[in-house]
């Protein structure tokens, strides 16, 4: 058994086996994300082999530490691998720049059986052929391909430099099938003899992706709509080795609006910045597997899956072709219903980090803050700012008080504070409850509505407009002591 029958054997056959094949140059973009996330939803929904594979070919572009951040972020999320760098496998090593010597075998292999060629140009030798249209894409035109086979391998025995090129076909026309797009058949004429093995003996992303899609025996490859213009030339390439041609699943990008591509230049969120952000990891998987891709039948007006629920129900055929609009306020609105959905205690687990950070009175029991601001949290990150009131009360402006709903001017403002100091001071129990019944029956006793009182005391204890509870809430949290000092410099502040 020679060394191609040899690779051939330990294919592994008989089931779906699909890859997640990042490049180590960064961090995980959402479209990243989301080929990861449908890659391993059709390996675990046929019950299938998902394999992570690390693609380091491209030396200049590697980031020292992006390999750990794919694995976090596999972990994080749940995408579990079969296969991959950390754990082995049959068909390994899985990392690219571990196989060099395998691509460079495969691409003499190709020569031999005239699907590519060497080539000994050098930049300055490329020509354009004499009727090249301007407007057409400029292709690499040189009297390589014609070179005999014995001849090239004389100039290579003699150390002349070279690539080794893909040989496409002058005439016809190559048909591939995508799960999404259909058919699409191109003109051979309009492909260039694309370089599959560089001068410095490493392959091409193209020409490293085909060969280890087939040894590695990947039934279905997800990629993005930016790779269809490629998918011909992969198709070439699997029919001059003789290889089954796998299942090709192009997304359509997503975008950051109708022109514009999601782009970190730009400022467009990450995985790991939506985390730090305080997202939840299970709303951003969820978000993500509904960009440009919807269930079917009873299905279809559902919103909300888990990863498990998803590995049931997803199909191929609900990938949609249009780009899908990354859209910040309806990953907002998710995000806030997995936050309802978490206990007391996962709540404030996820939420102590960002509430030490806004709230340092040690006085101030965070585990309230978390009951009050459970309900109302959208965001993680957003807390510092709903609740750093609690640690210090901000200078704010005497007109918020005077709030149409509620009929509070500056005057009954006034008129307000000082019967609910009245009312405060001479508190013996310190409750919500207490709160909340002493100064309702203030009200009454008044004559006024409810909250002529309470709105009042809210700005006064917050100094803000919006706050995540009502004013006896706030008391309750801030203690009787904080409280009337507040309410005492709401009063100074209205009198000047």
Not at 225 to 239: G, H, I, W
Request: hydrophobic share 40%; net charge negative.
């Amino acid at each position: 058994m020679d060394f191609f029958e040899e690779m051939e054997a330990r294919i592994p056959k008989g089931k779906v086996r699909t890859r997640f094949a990042p490049s180590p140059t960064g961090y995980m973009h959402v479209g990243n994300l989301r080929t990861a996330l449908y890659t391993w939803l059709i390996a675990r929904r046929h019950g299938g082999t998902f394999i992570l594979r690390i693609e380091d070919t491209d030396q200049g572009r590697l980031v020292d530490g992006a390999v750990d951040v794919i694995y976090k972020t596999m972990a994080e999320c749940g995408l579990t691998h079969d296969e991959g760098p950390d754990i082995g496998g049959p068909v390994g090593p899985y990392v690219q720049s571990q196989r060099r010597a395998l691509f460079g075998k495969y691409a003499e292999l190709l020569v031999q059986r005239g699907g590519a060629y060497y080539c000994f140009c050098q930049k300055e030798d490329e020509e354009e052929s004499d009727d090249a249209d301007p407007k057409q894409i400029k292709k690499h035109v040189c009297a390589c391909r014609e070179l005999p086979l014995d001849e090239a391998l004389a100039k290579k025995a003699a150390g002349v430099p070279y690539v080794i090129r893909q040989r496409i076909p002058t005439e016809g026309t190559t048909t591939f099938h995508d799960a999404s797009f259909g058919d699409i058949t191109v003109e051979n004429k309009e492909l260039e003899d694309q370089v599959l093995l560089k001068s410095d003996g490493l392959p091409t992303y193209n020409f490293a992706n085909v060969v280890d899609d087939h040894l590695m025996g990947i039934t279905h490859v997800v990629r993005g709509s930016e790779y269809l213009s490629s998918a011909p030339k992969y198709n070439l390439l699997y029919e001059a080795f003789g290889w089954d041609v796998p299942t090709y699943v192009h997304c359509s990008p997503v975008m950051r609006d109708a022109q514009h591509k999601m782009s970190k230049r730009h400022g467009d969120p990450s995985y790991e910045d939506l985390i730090n952000e305080g997202y939840l990891t299970e709303a951003v998987l969820n978000y993500v597997a509904l960009l440009g891709w919807s269930p079917k039948g009873e299905l279809a007006e559902r919103e909300f899956f888990t990863l498990p629920e998803l590995a049931e129900v997803f199909d191929i055929s609900g990938i949609s072709k249009s780009p899908a609009v990354f859209d910040i306020n309806k990953l907002r609105w998710m995000n806030a219903e997995y936050m309802k959905k978490l206990s007391p205690e996962a709540f404030f687990a996820k939420a102590e980090p960002y509430l030490k950070k806004a709230v340092t009175n040690p006085a101030i029991d965070l585990h309230a803050v978390a009951a009050l601001v459970h309900s109302r949290c959208e965001v993680l990150s957003d807390l510092a700012e709903r609740v750093d009131f609690l640690d210090r009360l901000p200078d704010y402006d005497t007109a918020l008080y005077v709030h149409k709903k509620s009929k509070t001017t500056l005057e009954n403002s006034l008129e307000s504070l000082k019967w609910s100091l009245d009312v405060l001071q001479s508190l013996d129990t310190w409750t919500n409850e207490s709160l909340y019944d002493a100064l309702v029956a203030l009200a009454a006793e008044k004559g006024v509505k409810n909250a002529i009182v309470l709105w009042p005391l809210r700005v006064a204890v917050s100094g803000k407009a919006s706050t995540p509870g009502g004013a006896t809430e706030l008391c309750a949290l801030l203690g009787k002591d904080e409280s009337i000092r507040r309410v005492e410099a709401g009063i100074a502040l209205l009198q000047k």
